[in-house]
Structures are given as structure tokens and as C-alpha cells.
């Protein structure tokens, strides 16, 4: 039982004298990790010769059939957010880094053992499932307590976390290359070891953030920092419980922004080093596709940051304005600049589009603070993120589908893309008027101040070690 | 009050937090860059 009431929220109160900088590296340890998800394409094609070794055999697993592990692993990231949401919530955010480890590190392992066994039901249950559970949880348990520590600055708080999940893919990627390489033999693609080694890896690393992660005491307030006492028009202090807040017409039309927003990045983000080589034939090579990629990932990651931190100043709803505003001009430029055959316009529009995908998932947490309070943001996010879902199932899809239908009916390779820019700056017009209707939250939606007294008392005894 | 010496440690602690998230994450970003600047060449 010591462990476990380690893990309880009474154990990560923190003592006097600490930094609430401690807490964004212990937010990073698991979104470096869970940001792996982004290079899982790096085992696709070792995946498609596990028999053959050199070549596909017949026996060997498609590479459509591999497609599968990320798109089930998405759908359970939303689906574990949205049930667990209160689960992490309440429990504070150690026990859900620690859950969060040990799924993802599960998911690994017996996606070993799919590997080894050639069995790929089991990299399913594996890495989609299990690991699309600890992509869930880890993914929203340190968003909360970043608000609570950072109410000055929420959105560079939950930024820089975030951030760390599109950082991730940067270093799981040459790691797993440099893995598979150190186990394979001429006999042997070495996915499996590499599975393993990844999966002791991210639950050391996971462990270690839930080790130093700490939830401030009641009351606290970073030194020299006034809460607003005039409650400003879209920024509320007060509370909104999780199932009341998604009754809300303003969770649905936050939920059309981040899933829009998402659309928009996701396909494109799929199909960048395809659509700059046919869209530049001749002047693009796979090898520079592959640094074009490398850059968007880059600007993913830094908007992630730079946007969450501009939101803190220009507030949420502008930042999302600047989205789909600059984002509809930049999707509309994009064909123009094939045309004119300007890669430098084509790279640029893209890594601004790419700043903006990310910042869109950055900035939302604090969003959702400001529309909702503080106390349920976690378990609020964690609905939301259903978007995510939704968005990376129909993003690639309608980006795969229109190229083909484009090609199919006799379109160059070159233009087959120009259909589809325009279609995502139409996505990104209706995010502009869904975040255009979103006001404050109707009064009536409001905790009264018993029923704060009474979810808190409920958070204590859910958190109060056993036999305490 | 925190005392000189608990602030020497949190500081410490800070440094080992930071570099044990900044070291993994400043390689895996050199490693992109060196990717990316093959669209340049």
C-alpha cells in the first residue's frame, strides 16, 4: 500500500520552497514520451519484412494493415481521455503520470511480443489499445496542474508541455532507426528488441515526471500575482462541473474550432512529402521532401509554444482568429505558388500553417480554463480531445480521397492538390464563425458555492490514502 | 520561508529536471535541423 498512497494527491502537495518550475520538465517527461506516436511510421516499412527481411515475402504484414496501429490508437486516446477525465482529475496528476507509464510502456511490450510472434492482433491490442490508453492519460494529467501552478500565464504553461508532445517524435525517431540498426542481423529485423528498449525507456522517463510532479496547496498564488477581482467578459473565475460544461453550447463550438483547426493540419501533415514532390516535379527530391517534413514537424512543435504564449496576451479567442484568418489566405496561396513554381512560398506558407496546427492544440487547455474555471479543465480536455479523434480519422482521409478522385478524373499530379487547399481554407472559414459565436458561459451553468465545498470534500476522500 | 539552503537545492533540482528534458530534446532537435537542411541544399 506505500506505494499507492505515494501516488495520492495528499502526497503531491508541495512543501514550502518549491519552484513551480519543477513541474513544466515533469509535464515534459511524459509528453516527450507519448509524443512518440508521431514517429510510429518509422516502423512501418521494417514492419512490412519481418519475414521477408530484405523484401516483403507473401506472409508478411500490408502496409494498410499497419495503418491500423495509429488510427486505433488515436480513437483510444479520445476515447480514454473522455472516460478517465475526472478519474485524472480527482486523482491528481502522479497517479495518472504513473498509469499513464505503465500503459504505454505495456503497449510496447506486448507489441514486442506481436513482433515476435507475428501476430498482429496483438500490436493492435498492444500498441492501440493499451498504448492509445496511456496516450489518453498522459496527455491530459499534467494540463490541470500546469493551470493551477501558472494563472498568470496558463497558456505558456500548458505550451511548453504540449510542445514537449510534438518534440517528441524528434527524438523517437532517430533513436528507433538507430535502434532497429543496432538489433538487426541479416537474418533478423530487430522491432522487436527495439519495442522492448523503447518500452523500459518511456516508463523510466514516464516515472521520473510523476516522481517530481507536485500540485500546489490550497490557496497558493505565484508571489506578487493579483487574480482579477472585475471577472473579464470571456475570462470567468468561477467553476463549471465537467458534465455541465459539455452540455454547453461553448464546449461543442471549442470542440468544432480544435477539430476544424485539426482537419485542416493533420491531412496535410500526412501527405506533405508526396504533395511537394508532385506539386514540384523535378525540383523537390525525396531526400529534400524528407528535410521539408523534418521542418514542419520543427514548426509544429515551436508554434506549439509561441502561440499558447501569444494567446496569454492577445487572449484565446483573438489567437484562434489568427488561425483561421491567416491560415484561409495561406491554404489559398498554396496552389498560386505551385503554379509560379515558388517552393520558397510553398515551404513558407506550410510552416506557418504547421505553427498554427500545433498552437491550436496548445492553446486550447487554456481556453477551456477561461471558459470553464479551473477545478474540471483536466477532465473537460479530456472530452475534447475527442476532436483530435475525429480529425485524425478524416483529415488524411479526405486529403487521400480528393488527390484520387482529382488524379482519377484526369487532373495532373501537380493539381490534384489545389482542390484540396481550397476545401481546407472552406474548413477553416467555418472554424472562424464557430469561434466567432462563442461567448461566456451562461451564469445558470456556474458552481454555487456549496457545491464546491462538496466536490472538493469528495476529491479529499478519494485522495485520502487507504486505512487513513 | 524557504532557507538558503533549500533554495540551493530547489535550484540543483531544477537544473537536473530541465537538463534530464532539454538534453534528449536539444539532440532530437539538432538531428531534424540536420534532416531539414537537406530542402536547402
Given at each position: 500500500?506505500?506505494?499507492?498512497?505515494?501516488?495520492?494527491?495528499?502526497?503531491?502537495?508541495?512543501?514550502?520552497g518549491?519552484?513551480?518550475?519543477?513541474v513544466?520538465?515533469?509535464?515534459?517527461?511524459?509528453?516527450?514520451?507519448?509524443?512518440q506516436a508521431?514517429?510510429?511510421?518509422?516502423f512501418?516499412?521494417?514492419?512490412t519484412?519481418?519475414?521477408?527481411?530484405?523484401?516483403?515475402?507473401?506472409?508478411?504484414?500490408?502496409?494498410?494493415?499497419?495503418g491500423?496501429?495509429?488510427?486505433?490508437a488515436?480513437?483510444?486516446?479520445?476515447?480514454?481521455a473522455?472516460v478517465f477525465?475526472r478519474?485524472?482529475?480527482?486523482?491528481?496528476?502522479?497517479?495518472?503520470?504513473?498509469?499513464a507509464?505503465?500503459?504505454?510502456?505495456?503497449?510496447?511490450?506486448?507489441s514486442?511480443?506481436?513482433?515476435?510472434?507475428?501476430q498482429?492482433w496483438?500490436?493492435?491490442?498492444?500498441?492501440?489499445?493499451?498504448?492509445?490508453?496511456?496516450?489518453?492519460?498522459g496527455?491530459?494529467s499534467?494540463?490541470s496542474?500546469?493551470?493551477?501552478?501558472?494563472?498568470?500565464?496558463?497558456?505558456?504553461a500548458?505550451?511548453?508541455?504540449?510542445?514537449g508532445?510534438?518534440?517528441?517524435?524528434?527524438?523517437?525517431?532517430?533513436?528507433?532507426?538507430w535502434?532497429?540498426a543496432?538489433f538487426?542481423t541479416?537474418?533478423?529485423?530487430g522491432?522487436?528488441?527495439?519495442?522492448?528498449?523503447?518500452?523500459?525507456?518511456y516508463?523510466?522517463?514516464?516515472?521520473?515526471?510523476?516522481?517530481i510532479?507536485?500540485?500546489p496547496?490550497?490557496?497558493?498564488?505565484?508571489?506578487?500575482?493579483?487574480p482579477?477581482?472585475?471577472?473579464?467578459?470571456?475570462?470567468?473565475?468561477?467553476?463549471?462541473?465537467?458534465?455541465d460544461?459539455?452540455?454547453?453550447?461553448q464546449f461543442?463550438?471549442?470542440w468544432w474550432?480544435l477539430?476544424?483547426?485539426?482537419?485542416a493540419g493533420?491531412?496535410?501533415?500526412?501527405?506533405?512529402?508526396?504533395?511537394?514532390?508532385?506539386m514540384?516535379?523535378?525540383?523537390?527530391?525525396?531526400?529534400?521532401?524528407?528535410?521539408?517534413?523534418?521542418l514542419?514537424?520543427?514548426f509544429?512543435?515551436?508554434?506549439?509554444?509561441?502561440?499558447?504564449?501569444?494567446?496569454?496576451?492577445i487572449?484565446?479567442?483573438?489567437?484562434?482568429?489568427?488561425?483561421?484568418?491567416?491560415?484561409?489566405?495561406?491554404?489559398?496561396?498554396?496552389?498560386w505558388?505551385?503554379?509560379?513554381?515558388?517552393?520558397?512560398?510553398f515551404?513558407?506558407?506550410?510552416?506557418?500553417?504547421?505553427?498554427m496546427?500545433?498552437?491550436g492544440?496548445?492553446?486550447?487547455?487554456?481556453?477551456l480554463?477561461?471558459m470553464?474555471?479551473?477545478r474540471?479543465?483536466?477532465?473537460?480536455?479530456?472530452?475534447?480531445?475527442t476532436?483530435?479523434?475525429?480529425?485524425?480519422?478524416?483529415g488524411?482521409?479526405?486529403?487521400?480521397?480528393i488527390?484520387q478522385?482529382?488524379i482519377?478524373?484526369?487532373?495532373?499530379?501537380?493539381?490534384?492538390?489545389?482542390?484540396?487547399?481550397?476545401?481546407?481554407?472552406?474548413?477553416l472559414?467555418?472554424?472562424?464563425?464557430?469561434n466567432?459565436?462563442?461567448?461566456?458561459?451562461?451564469a445558470?451553468?456556474?458552481?454555487?458555492?456549496?457545491?464546491?465545498?462538496?466536490a472538493?470534500?469528495?476529491?479529499?476522500?478519494?485522495?485520502?490514502?487507504a486505512?487513513? | 520561508?524557504?532557507?538558503?539552503?533549500?533554495?540551493?537545492?530547489?535550484?540543483?533540482k531544477l537544473?537536473?529536471?530541465?537538463?534530464?528534458?532539454?538534453?534528449?530534446?536539444?539532440?532530437?532537435?539538432?538531428?531534424?535541423?540536420?534532416?531539414?537542411?537537406?530542402?536547402?541544399?
Amino acid at each position: 500500500m506505500g506505494l499507492l498512497s505515494f501516488l495520492n494527491r495528499d502526497h503531491t502537495i508541495a512543501e514550502p520552497g518549491y519552484s513551480r518550475w519543477m513541474v513544466p520538465p515533469a509535464a515534459l517527461c511524459v509528453h516527450l514520451c507519448i509524443g512518440q506516436a508521431y514517429a510510429l511510421s518509422v516502423f512501418n516499412l521494417p514492419m512490412t519484412k519481418l519475414i521477408g527481411i530484405t523484401q516483403s515475402a507473401p506472409e508478411d504484414w500490408a502496409l494498410t494493415d499497419l495503418g491500423w496501429i495509429f488510427s486505433i490508437a488515436i480513437f483510444f486516446l479520445g476515447a480514454s481521455a473522455a472516460v478517465f477525465g475526472r478519474w485524472v482529475e480527482e486523482g491528481g496528476p502522479r497517479r495518472a503520470m504513473f498509469t499513464a507509464g505503465l500503459c504505454w510502456s505495456a503497449g510496447f511490450l506486448v507489441s514486442a511480443l506481436g513482433v515476435y510472434a507475428h501476430q498482429l492482433w496483438l500490436i493492435y491490442l498492444g500498441y492501440g489499445v493499451l498504448g492509445g490508453c496511456g496516450l489518453g492519460l498522459g496527455y491530459i494529467s499534467p494540463v490541470s496542474t500546469l493551470i493551477k501552478w501558472f494563472p498568470d500565464r496558463p497558456g505558456m504553461a500548458t505550451g511548453m508541455a504540449i510542445m514537449g508532445f510534438g518534440g517528441g517524435a524528434f527524438i523517437a525517431s532517430p533513436l528507433s532507426v538507430w535502434l532497429m540498426a543496432k538489433f538487426s542481423t541479416p537474418t533478423h529485423v530487430g522491432v522487436a528488441e527495439t519495442f522492448v528498449v523503447l518500452g523500459v525507456v518511456y516508463l523510466a522517463f514516464m516515472w521520473v515526471g510523476a516522481a517530481i510532479v507536485r500540485v500546489p496547496a490550497p490557496g497558493w498564488k505565484p508571489e506578487g500575482y493579483t487574480p482579477p477581482l472585475v471577472e473579464q467578459k470571456l475570462i470567468t473565475n468561477k467553476d463549471i462541473y465537467v458534465y455541465d460544461a459539455i452540455k454547453t453550447p461553448q464546449f461543442w463550438l471549442i470542440w468544432w474550432v480544435l477539430c476544424l483547426n485539426v482537419t485542416a493540419g493533420i491531412g496535410v501533415l500526412g501527405q506533405a512529402s508526396a504533395m511537394s514532390q508532385e506539386m514540384f516535379p523535378g525540383r523537390i527530391s525525396p531526400v529534400a521532401a524528407a528535410g521539408f517534413v523534418g521542418l514542419l514537424s520543427l514548426f509544429n512543435m515551436l508554434g506549439r509554444f509561441f502561440w499558447a504564449s501569444t494567446s496569454d496576451i492577445i487572449g484565446r479567442k483573438n489567437t484562434y482568429f489568427c488561425f483561421f484568418a491567416i491560415g484561409t489566405v495561406l491554404y489559398i496561396l498554396v496552389p498560386w505558388a505551385g503554379s509560379i513554381g515558388s517552393v520558397a512560398l510553398f515551404v513558407l506558407c506550410f510552416v506557418v500553417i504547421m505553427s498554427m496546427y500545433g498552437g491550436g492544440f496548445a492553446t486550447v487547455p487554456a481556453y477551456l480554463r477561461d471558459m470553464f474555471g479551473t477545478r474540471y479543465v483536466g477532465a473537460i480536455h479530456g472530452w475534447l480531445i475527442t476532436a483530435w479523434s475525429m480529425a485524425g480519422i478524416f483529415g488524411p482521409v479526405l486529403v487521400n480521397y480528393i488527390r484520387q478522385y482529382q488524379i482519377d478524373h484526369g487532373v495532373a499530379k501537380a493539381q490534384a492538390y489545389n482542390t484540396t487547399m481550397h476545401i481546407m481554407a472552406g474548413l477553416l472559414v467555418i472554424g472562424f464563425f464557430c469561434n466567432f459565436m462563442i461567448k461566456a458561459v451562461h451564469a445558470r451553468y456556474h458552481m454555487s458555492d456549496h457545491e464546491v465545498e462538496d466536490a472538493a470534500a469528495e476529491v479529499a476522500a478519494v485522495s485520502k490514502p487507504a486505512g487513513a | 520561508m524557504a532557507t538558503a539552503n533549500q533554495q540551493s537545492t530547489m535550484k540543483l533540482k531544477l537544473i537536473l529536471a530541465w537538463g534530464f528534458v532539454g538534453i534528449p530534446l536539444a539532440w532530437g532537435v539538432i538531428q531534424t535541423l540536420a534532416n531539414a537542411m537537406r530542402l536547402f541544399q
